[in-house]
């Protein structure tokens, strides 16, 4: 048979997840204590309160036989507390934690979450169980932020978007600090500062890294995220706090320019000062058009493009080695429209050489700063939106500018050419038998020279990758065997080494730089076997020594 099911109609469903909600009338049990709940109106939206949050309402109280005891409604004055911190009987804080703003629910609340055997005289008689009739007007958002009870935030205005800035941002806040007294000891109409230096307390940093901007709160601080034993003597405009003292502070995000690392070294540094549009951003290869201004430390101008009315933007290439290493890096992430000032160590800007640029020498070992406004840019065609014939074609421009590379000592950039070219060729199922072919000869080509490339760059794990991905093409690649010899011995692989070495020998007896490498594997293995005997040696001495 068919089974019937119990489908909740259109307007039982919550509207923003397909939910099922409370029914109007229906009573429902909440925990285990026997607090009961009965919907009279439906709330807005999903969200409900939180433990610590200031919520208001309207309530009216009961006992079962009708006896009205209390009402805010007759007052006309709706009721705020804290909930769960019990300002209230335990009915309320477990009843109310599960209402959603403007729902309207009476609570049967036993005696055990409400007065419980002694009552309220003479209000309330021992043992009553309780009703009432609470409307949820309001709440607002209190959070324990240092997960301590050092520092609780209440939101007042809420913020835009969903970012909340970070340590190297640097944050615009406005601010009034005062004593549980009320006493004003502090206050700012603005100031900015970098959210890792801190500004006046320990709290300000560590509920900044909580807000978004335009956000304004209310911060509750203990002594331990404020001045603690000490205190702070009064300095300036700023008055005294004492010691131990808990501090109430008003504070606004106003705004926060985002800084961040290009460079792991945290040798080239961003600081946006406009945002950009959309989402894109250069790719190597990419053409950019810039207004640019670039300063040393003391100010001093040394290039100034594209600012003047008739001066043409600053246009370069990315990664073409067109422009100091600092900004070439830094343009690749940036969007369309944004404006930044870019702070770049000698090792990516002009190194231990005095420079002549356009408007000025750069000194030996020059921190430079650009302010960079990315006007426009055309992204290198990127291999998705090529066809079959373009793609073999911008594989094979890649590797020969990867040999270019190579030629010059520019390792680290000539194996990036290659693995481009690859990658512009490596999904070949919609090519001609013909077109199959070159792509295999490029592939092959591409993925020995990287190979060549992280040999001289130390990096035998790659090397041994790509050879293996040139010998699944090519077993008898004579090349690769020997290059994947070589990272083999370099990892102490010995055994493989020797396969490989054996093997290329098999396939090209008068290789001589095959014959050169055999000839130092041996030594190496010799050298291996010798280490070996002597530590195994001194173990069985230590073995007799100890029987």
């Known amino acids: 048979m068919e089974e019937d099911f119990d489908i909740p109609q259109a307007d039982e469903m919550n509207e923003d997840f397909d939910l099922p909600v409370d029914k109007i009338g229906e009573e429902k049990q909440i925990g285990i204590n026997g607090l009961k709940k009965k919907l009279l109106k439906q709330g807005q939206g999903w969200e409900t309160p939180d433990v610590g949050d200031e919520v208001q309402v309207h309530y009216t109280g009961t006992l079962l036989d009708g006896t009205k005891f209390d009402s805010s409604r007759d007052r006309d004055t709706p009721f705020t507390f804290t909930l769960g911190q019990g300002q209230v009987i335990k009915g309320w804080d477990e009843g109310i934690k599960t209402m959603k703003k403007d729902e309207n629910a009476i609570f049967t609340i036993p005696p055990e979450l409400a007065y419980g055997e002694s009552g309220s005289p003479p209000i309330i008689p021992p043992n009553a169980t309780l009703q009432f009739d609470v409307e949820l007007l309001s709440w607002t958002s209190v959070k324990d932020i240092s997960k301590d009870g050092g520092i609780f935030k209440k939101i007042i205005i809420e913020g835009d978007k969903w970012e909340n800035p970070k340590d190297l941002d640097e944050v615009f806040v406005k601010y009034e600090v005062r004593l549980e007294d009320g006493k004003l000891v502090a206050k700012s109409d603005g100031v900015e500062f970098t959210l890792r230096e801190g500004h006046y307390c320990p709290a ?52 926060w320019k985002t800084v ?79 404006v930044a000032l ?21 000194p030996p070992n020059s921190t430079v700063y650009y302010e960079v406004e990315l006007v426009s840019f055309e992204k ?56 199959k072919k070159l792509a295999r000869t490029l592939k092959v080509a591409s993925n020995l020279n990287n190979a060549a490339c992280k040999l001289k760059l130390k990096d035998y794990r790659e090397t041994e990758k790509l050879c293996t991905k040139v010998l699944d093409l090519e077993s008898t690649n004579v090349k690769a065997l020997y290059r994947r010899a070589q990272a083999y011995m370099e990892l102490t692989d010995l055994d493989l080494a020797e396969f490989d070495i054996k093997k290329a020998l098999e396939l090209d007896p008068d290789n001589r730089d095959v014959k050169l490498e055999y000839r130092t594997l041996r030594e190496k293995v010799k050298e291996y076997n010798k280490k070996q005997a002597t530590f195994y040696g001194n173990m069985f001495k230590l073995t007799k020594i100890g029987s």
């Open 260 to 338: 961040s690392e290009v460079t792991d070294d945290k040798k080239v540094m961003k600081k946006i000062l406009k945002e950009g549009e959309g989402f894109e951003r250069p790719n190597e290869g990419a053409i950019v058009n810039l207004k640019l201004i670039g300063k040393l430390q003391d100010g001093t101008v040394f290039l100034k493009k594209g600012h003047d009315e008739e001066e043409k933007l600053f246009e370069f290439k990315t990664d073409e080695e067109q422009v100091v290493d600092g900004l070439d890096r830094a343009i690749l992430t940036m969007k369309k429209g944004e």
């Open 342 to 362: 870019l702070t770049i160590a000698p090792e990516y800007a002009f190194g231990s050489s005095e420079s002549q640029q356009e408007l000025a020498v750069i």
């Open 380 to 435: 290198e065609k990127e291999s998705w939106d090529m066809n079959t014939q373009e793609k073999i074609e911008g594989a094979g421009k890649k590797k020969e500018e990867g040999n270019a590379l190579f030629k010059a000592g520019k390792y680290a950039r000539a194996s990036k050419r290659y693995e481009k070219a690859v990658k512009y060729i490596e999904y070949d199922s919609a090519f001609s038998e013909e077109e």
């Open 204 to 255: 300000f940093s560590k509920a900044l890294k909580t807000m978004k901007k335009g956000e304004k709160v209310i911060l509750t601080v203990k002594p331990q995220y404020g001045f603690g034993e000490k205190g702070k003597p009064a300095h300036g405009d700023e008055g005294a706090v004492p010691p131990n003292a808990t501090l109430q502070i008003t504070l606004e995000l106003v705004s």
